[in-house]
């Protein structure tokens, strides 16, 4: 074994240590209800509290809402709080997201951009119901809306996991999974990805908005080659090389492309909660780096 090999295999013991062992540990992928997640900002807080992370980012779809409520949880349970945001992008036709950190959630362009962002998830949420009625399923926005029990805030959105939980209540699918593999999952039979903005262009707000821009999740992608692609473009500040679907070979793929490119490795479970009885993605801290890199993600910050 080489040099290099020995710093990755060090590397990756210390990321994928023991979950019980989380002190010094930071969740940097989690979402609320504020986007698709089912817990309020405060109970991803508490819950990373309970778990015994030092800290816990907020990374809601095209929203960054829920992150006043989070902080004010972090001054309580004594968990740090970063601000961040997952954006929907466009390349060679595949939706890819980039996470924002450390971003001044009140700067008005930001708060503009998101919302055009959420606009057009409105109009791909109504484009997948007509979808689904043409396949003979009736489902409305209004049941969708319905099925969250409470009134939607004007700057929270659906996604797609509620649009999944109505075709389970529906019986149109027997659960989360098997609706994503049926109708909602990129090339299912209601998919629908609308235009979107490029990487590099939420790179740039995400700068423009003094934090540090992040690929979230590559391996999901299944495409290493506009992985590269993206990464040779030089927007990024790091790459999500830990997360829930990523197994030991991505992790050693990506840490690879992390150091070629001088990345900042990222980690986190991309929490969503539970749905009917299943943690979508990954538990809250089951995925975790070392709360070092929230200094290295201040010091990338455009």
Request: glycine share 10%; proline share 3%.
């Amino acid at each position: 074994m080489n040099e290099l090999d020995d710093k990755k295999s060090s590397r990756l013991s210390q990321v994928v240590a023991d979950s019980a062992e989380l002190a010094g540990k930071c969740d940097l992928h989690t979402h609320t209800r504020a986007s698709d997640g089912m817990l309020p900002p405060s109970g991803n807080v508490q819950l990373a509290s309970t778990k015994g992370l030092a800290a816990v980012a907020i990374t809601d779809h095209d929203t960054v809402s829920g992150i006043a409520e989070a902080q004010a949880a972090g001054r309580k349970y004594s968990v740090t709080v970063v601000p961040g945001v997952e954006i929907s992008t466009r390349a060679d036709g595949k939706e890819i997201h980039i996470l924002g950190y450390y971003i001044d959630t009140g700067q008005e362009l930001l708060l503009s951009r998101l919302a055009r962002q959420r606009d057009t998830r409105l109009a791909r949420n109504e484009a997948i119901l007509e979808k689904l009625r043409g396949l003979g399923i009736g489902i409305t926005l209004e049941q969708v809306q319905a099925g969250l029990g409470r009134e939607l805030k004007p700057d929270e959105s659906i996604g797609r996991p509620h649009i999944a939980d109505e075709l389970v209540r529906l019986g149109a699918a027997s659960d989360m999974r098997d609706a994503f593999d049926r109708y909602l999952a990129e090339g299912a039979a209601a998919y629908v990805s609308p235009p979107r903005i490029t990487p590099d262009e939420a790179c740039r707000w995400i700068h423009e908005a003094g934090g540090a821009a992040v690929m979230a999740h590559p391996g999901i992608y299944d495409d290493d080659a506009l992985v590269r692609r993206i990464l040779e473009l030089g927007c990024l500040d790091g790459i999500e090389v830990y997360h829930s679907d990523h197994g030991l070979e991505e992790h050693q793929r990506y840490l690879a492309l992390a150091q070629e490119f001088g990345l900042v490795v990222t980690g986190g479970s991309d929490f969503h909660g539970e749905r009917q009885g299943v943690v979508f993605h990954g538990d809250l801290g089951s995925v975790n780096v070392p709360v070092g890199v929230l200094e290295q993600l201040k010091a990338a910050r455009g």
